[in-house]
């Protein structure tokens, strides 16, 4: 089966320094991998660069076996909350909308029929009640949701979340898991760059344990070891020992 | 309207048109966080303005403007340079080409004004604007130039829209924003320099800003906030001109300035969102309510011992 | 002194102190602040003549310490209440300075005050204006204003240097440490407003913008240290004003347009030759270390 993602030696550098180094990965269709790894490891970098925000200096990078530009329609990013300034006017219906901006082309206004499936993309995260409401008065966990279905609208097979679920409440978090839950049940595949170690093995298939280079990278049983974890954040996790044991 | 000359009429109509163009582009301005990069590139013009009137010989408005566009981009292009590949970061990297290309336009300036004849020019009043000094040609090519942003800012509004909220998401949908940023930069410079015969280089930036912090005094709605800063443009370009017809000699600029700084307090006390007024009454009633409560709390207390 | 002496020295004294001014201006993070105060200065000359009907420098001082304060308490008002930063000087600069400018037009008339003095200067005149001292005899009355502000600026700078370092890298640990950082941003936007109109006469408003930040900008890219950065940046004030002035004497232009020039020219060199952080030190020695 061919690949859904093929990196391979892909380097970039970030302010100078670089911050991924021969990174090299493949994602098989229908998983849902978390990327986990210390601060400044290059997590939401390697995302950017994929979806080629962001330069990278050197390697290769394949969607469904197709360059990033020939892939594009069939992928989805829901990028950092604070990435954008929620301060801007537009309610949360207008800003699920902005997933159909692709399909509905150049110079078309948005139809009815494109504001029910907004509709209904915001009724599965949970928000049909905040349709019209403004996006600055909605909680983080809200917006987070609020991205997250405009994702969904997008209809894509491939998802790429930039920590979804950091600073959210519980609710959202369950919202958001049981959506992905539900992309990957339909054959999506999903990765995620996740910061809490705990939940990896209760949310995730596949692990891809990343400090500026893979560091381990598979099945959440085989590839999420206390050893490999340990590779991963080298001094900074001597708290988990006690945790995890 | 009445009781002004033919003239005068088309000048009117003019900056109506010009004010309603830099409404538009300023929201788009406002939300890529570039509301002084405007102040900049206008000042930026002004060694182009001179250019373009040295390279004649006498008043020649396309090609002073098209010198005009091309010194504003050279200056952001500049602006771009500096910020991204050095520690200076962008509020300084504007100074820096604002006083620096405006200190050159001087120095042309002073140049071109003792070539024989210049100084009848009107070169000086691109410094304040002097909307007066316009003919029937001039006042045609800028209604032809502004209503190009409009028609850019129009036909692809939800694209714009879109590019201003979160460029990331519209790349990923396939929307080159390089080629957007190019035509919204583009757009910008086209109506800074369009403008700057009107309201002068140094308070064109006025334009561009106050009209689009007015309105969004008042609306919710990207859509709403970008018609009104158009009609709080046009309304601001329009009423300035009028007064600054009634002395002679009166630099127009500063009159425009003045009219879209009176719409903006009108907005700051009066607007429906966050205006100053309707925060009073939401206070007022909030503190009501409170000290109901606490008193029926009191006297529930006061039973109850 | 010569006639061009005393030019030099005006052009110098201005250099000085903007530079000065300048670099705290850049480290806060405040250019465009510095540009708005500029163009308020304006509306504050006006008024001030306006009510005493006088151009005296007391009062010039005055009433632009009281525009420049103006500017920063709006700024800063419609900030807290909503408006970007940037959208909010734009704002506030751009009105008042309109209203300066129709004041001048309508009620001054052109005889006592004009615009295009203001905001070019015109330092050809400024060797003729003396005063009497006690003394030094006679000196132009801009030198002797100019001098004053530069003693101003430097005592303050010398005397709160701690201070000013820490609020500018990290206010809010200045103010957990409790110094009272909001009254050092006004103290310095007092600072800014009075060096702006001091050098108004010698270079006019939008060349003290220049003057202001460019040379700053340029120290900056050359050291890593306040001290260094703030002498540098004197340094260059002071080489760009008295460059522009040959230029402008030899090319027979305006003397203020080209000594803004020629701080643009001075922040060139620096930006592509510094050793530390230039364009083409960063080409020779690529500047990603290799893992």
């Known amino acids: ?57 050197s390697g290769t990078v394949s969607f469904f076996g197709e360059t990033y530009a020939k892939a594009k329609e069939r992928i989805g990013y829901v990028p950092q909350r604070g990435s954008v300034d929620w301060d801007f006017p537009t309610n949360a219906l207008d800003v699920v909308l902005m997933g159909l901006y692709g399909r509905i082309g150049w110079l078309k206004w948005p139809k009815k029929l494109h504001r029910e499936k907004a509709l209904e993309a915001l009724d599965q995260m949970g928000m049909a009640d905040y349709a019209s409401r403004q996006i600055s008065q909605l909680s983080g966990g809200q917006q987070q949701r609020v991205f997250l279905a405009r994702a969904l609208i997008q209809d894509a097979d491939l998802y790429f979340l930039d920590e ?36 990896v093995e209760d949310y995730f298939d596949h692990v891809l344990l990343l400090n500026r280079t893979v560091v381990a990278h598979g099945p959440t049983a085989d590839a999420f070891t206390r050893e490999n974890i340990f590779r991963t954040y080298g001094g900074t996790l001597r708290w988990m020992e006690g945790l995890s044991g | 309207m009445i009781g002004l000359s033919h003239n005068a009429q088309w000048v009117l109509l003019s900056t109506l048109i010009l004010g309603t163009a830099a409404g538009i582009m300023g ?23 001179v250019g373009g009137f040295a390279l004649m010989g006498f008043k020649n408005l396309p090609v002073m403007i098209a010198g005009a566009a091309v010194s504003a981009l050279i200056g952001a292009l500049l602006i771009h340079w500096i910020r991204s590949s050095s520690r200076v970061k962008e509020d300084a990297a504007m100074g820096i080409i604002l006083s620096v290309f405006f200190g050159l336009g001087i120095m042309m300036l002073t140049f071109v004004n003792r070539m024989a004849g210049a100084s009848q020019s009107g070169l000086d009043s691109f410094i304040f604007g002097q909307a007066a000094s316009m003919v029937r040609k001039d006042v045609l090519m800028m209604i032809v130039l502004a209503s190009i942003v409009l028609l850019v800012a129009g036909i692809a509004f939800k694209e714009w829209k879109l590019f201003l909220f979160d460029p990331a998401f519209a790349k990923g949908l396939g929307m080159s924003t390089r080629w957007m940023g190019a035509i919204y930069m583009g757009a910008l410079v086209l109506v800074i320099v369009v403008g700057i015969q009107a309201v002068g280089v140094i308070l064109m930036a006025a334009l ?30 329009m009423i300035g001109t009028l007064i600054s017809t009634y002395g002679k000699g009166w630099p127009t600029g500063p009159f425009i300035v003045i009219a879209a700084a009176c719409l903006f307090v009108v907005s700051l ?30 006297s529930a207390l006061e039973r109850g011992s | 002194m010569s006639y061009a002496g005393w030019i030099l020295l005006t052009a110098s004294l201005v250099g000085l ?3 000065f001014i300048g670099a705290l201006l850049i480290l806060r993070r405040m250019a465009m602040m510095a540009d708005a105060i500029s163009h308020t200065v304006l509306l504050g000359i006006v008024v001030a003549y306006l009510v005493t009907r006088e151009l005296s420098g007391v009062h010039m001082l005055l009433g632009a310490i009281a525009a420049g304060l103006l500017t920063s308490v709006l700024v800063q008002w419609f900030h807290s209440r909503g408006v970007q930063q940037e959208a909010s000087i734009g704002v506030v600069f751009t009105s008042l300075f309109a209203i300066g400018v129709v004041l001048i037009a309508t009620k001054v008339g052109n005889a006592h005050l004009d615009v295009k003095h203001t905001l070019m200067g015109e330092i050809t005149f400024i060797p003729w204006e003396k005063i009497e001292l006690p003394w030094l005899g006679a000196i132009p009355e801009a030198v002797f204003i100019l001098s004053l502000v530069l003693i101003v600026v430097v005592a303050v700078i010398l005397a709160f240097y701690k201070e000013w370092k820490i609020t500018s890298f990290d206010p809010a640990l200045a103010a957990s440490l409790g110094i009272p950082v909001v009254l050092m941003h006004y103290v310095f936007m007092s600072l800014v407003s009075v060096t702006t109109v001091a050098a108004f006469d010698a270079v006019g408003a ?62 060139m060199i620096s930006f592509l030759g510094s050793p530390k952080h230039g364009i083409v030190a960063k080409f020779i020695r690529p500047a990603v270390p290799s893992a």
């Open chain 2, 208 to 237: 561009l800003i106050i009209p689009a912090v007015s309105a969004r005094y008042w609306t919710q709605s990207f859509k709403w906030m970008v018609v009104l800063s158009a009609l709080f443009g046009g309304g601001a370009g």
């Open chain 1, 164 to 199: 979804p679920l950091a600073g959210v409440d519980a609710a959202t978090e369950r919202a958001i898991m049981d959506t992905l839950k539900l992309l990957k049940s339909k054959g999506r595949t999903v990765l995620v760059v996740h910061h809490d170690l705990q939940t």
């Open chain 1, 1 to 57: 089966m061919l690949p859904v993602i093929n990196v391979n030696q892909l380097s970039a550098s970030y302010r100078k320094n670089k911050v991924l180094d021969r990174v090299g990965f493949e994602v098989r269709p229908g998983t849902m991998t978390s990327i986990v790894g210390p601060n400044g490891a290059g997590k939401s970098t390697l995302l950017k660069v994929l979806l080629e925000l962001h330069p990278k200096l």
């Open chain 2, 27 to 49: 929201c788009l301005a406002y939300w890529k966080r570039q509301s002084l990069m405007s102040d900049a590139l206008s000042h930026a013009a002004l060694p182009g303005v």
């Open chain 2, 269 to 298: 006390a009066f607007g429906a969102r966050k205006g100053l007024v309707v925060l009073a009454v939401q206070q007022y009633a909030q503190r009501k309510k409170l000290r109901r409560t606490t008193f029926v709390q009191q």
């Open chain 3, 206 to 267: 939008i060349m003290v913008v220049a003057m202001l930040i460019t040379p700053a900008a340029a120290a900056y890219l050359w050291t890593d240290r306040l001290a260094v950065m703030l002498g540098l940046s004197g340094l260059f004030g002071v080489v760009s004003a008295i460059a522009g002035y040959y230029v402008a004497v030899w090319l027979d232009t305006s003397i203020s347009g080209s000594m803004a020039f020629a701080t643009g020219i001075v922040f």
């Open chain 3, 17 to 19: 102190s903007c530079g």
